[in-house]
């Protein structure tokens, strides 16, 4: 089910108690001299597309709300942002009026880093106003971590930025977009000393060419395996959601 293709009389009748509110958020964002601005807003969408298409009854996914809190890219340019306290904001407002409408479970599905602190603060606020509903958020690289890091052949296993993953994945998705004359790896220095310590930089501090990762080492065939796990990951979640008690 996608809410933006229905009227309000087919909204009414999807099962509150019975489906889960899927919503995508992203960026539109600078990601190094080979993607698109769009990248993670193209991603975190096909992912979000294929639960519903393998779970279109259970599933009211929602239109992707791409405006992200990306100020730590905005000294590159190529970046729209809202600001952290405006981004809490608009997540409370996109949550609160389906929970009024009755709806029970909620899964902000993230595609976008800067994203993760904005997305946990909000779920905090909106879970005090309604305890008794099911508000939950995940990075989708976060529920696939174990998959997705099987599947990376460079040094890095985790989710950069204009990396091995995202570029593989645009690859697969939107080929045409990625600039491969471009594609340069660009490798954080080695700090094991500070490991466990969260370094308030933005990307043109921390990067060369604002990726971070081993975009050298994509290629689309794994950007189709790359989704295909995070598409399965998600909907297994999401199966597990629908059969979890709502609080109490």
Same mark, same amino acid.
């Given at each position: 089910?996608?809410?933006?293709?229905?009227?309000?009389?087919?909204?009414?009748?999807?099962?509150?108690?019975?489906?889960?509110?899927?919503?995508?958020?992203?960026?539109?964002?600078?990601?190094?001299?080979?993607?698109?601005?769009?990248?993670?807003?193209?991603?975190?969408?096909?992912?979000?597309?294929?639960?519903?298409?393998?779970?279109?009854?259970?599933?009211?996914?929602?239109?992707?709300?791409?405006?992200?809190?990306?100020?730590?890219?905005?000294?590159?340019?190529?970046?729209?942002?809202?600001?952290?306290?405006?981004?809490?904001?608009?997540?409370?407002?996109?949550?609160?009026?389906?929970?009024?409408?009755?709806?029970?479970?909620?899964?902000?599905?993230?595609?976008?880093?800067?994203?993760?602190?904005?997305?946990?603060? @909000? #779920? *905090?606020? $909106?879970?005090?106003?309604?305890?008794? =509903? +099911?508000? !939950?958020?995940?990075?989708?690289?976060?529920?696939? %971590?174990?998959?997705?890091?099987?599947?990376?052949?460079?040094?890095?296993?985790?989710?950069?930025?204009?990396?091995?993953?995202?570029?593989?994945?645009?690859?697969?998705?939107?080929?045409?977009?990625?600039?491969?004359?471009?594609?340069?790896?660009?490798?954080?220095?080695?700090?094991? @000393? #500070? *490991?466990? $310590?969260?370094?308030?930089?933005?990307? =043109? +501090?921390? !990067?060369?060419?604002?990726?971070?990762?081993?975009? %050298?080492?994509?290629?689309?065939?794994?950007?189709?395996?790359?989704?295909?796990?995070?598409?399965?990951?998600?909907?297994?979640?999401?199966?597990?959601?629908?059969?979890?008690?709502?609080?109490?």
């Amino acid at each position: 089910m996608r809410f933006q293709e229905m009227t309000w009389p087919l909204l009414r009748q999807v099962p509150r108690d019975k489906s889960l509110v899927l919503a995508p958020i992203a960026a539109c964002e600078q990601h190094s001299r080979h993607l698109p601005t769009f990248t993670d807003t193209i991603l975190v969408t096909a992912v979000a597309e294929g639960v519903e298409q393998r779970l279109p009854q259970q599933v009211l996914l929602l239109p992707t709300q791409w405006m992200g809190a990306s100020s730590h890219h905005l000294r590159f340019g190529a970046t729209l942002s809202a600001e952290v306290d405006t981004h809490i904001d608009m997540l409370c407002d996109l949550v609160e009026p389906l929970v009024q409408d009755g709806h029970e479970r909620v899964l902000i599905l993230n595609g976008h880093g800067g994203n993760i602190d904005t997305m946990h603060v @909000a #779920l *905090r606020r $909106l879970q005090t106003r309604y305890p008794q =509903k +099911q508000l !939950t958020a995940a990075s989708y690289w976060e529920l696939a %971590e174990k998959e997705l890091a099987q599947l990376a052949e460079g040094p890095r296993k985790s989710m950069g930025h204009a990396c091995e993953f995202e570029t593989s994945m645009i690859m697969a998705l939107r080929p045409e977009l990625v600039r491969k004359e471009e594609i340069k790896d660009d490798v954080p220095p080695a700090e094991p @000393a #500070l *490991r466990g $310590l969260f370094i308030c930089e933005d990307m =043109k +501090q921390r !990067t060369r060419q604002g990726a971070v990762g081993y975009p %050298e080492k994509a290629t689309p065939e794994k950007g189709r395996a790359f989704l295909q796990a995070a598409i399965e990951r998600t909907v297994e979640v999401v199966q597990a959601l629908l059969k979890r008690p709502l609080p109490g």
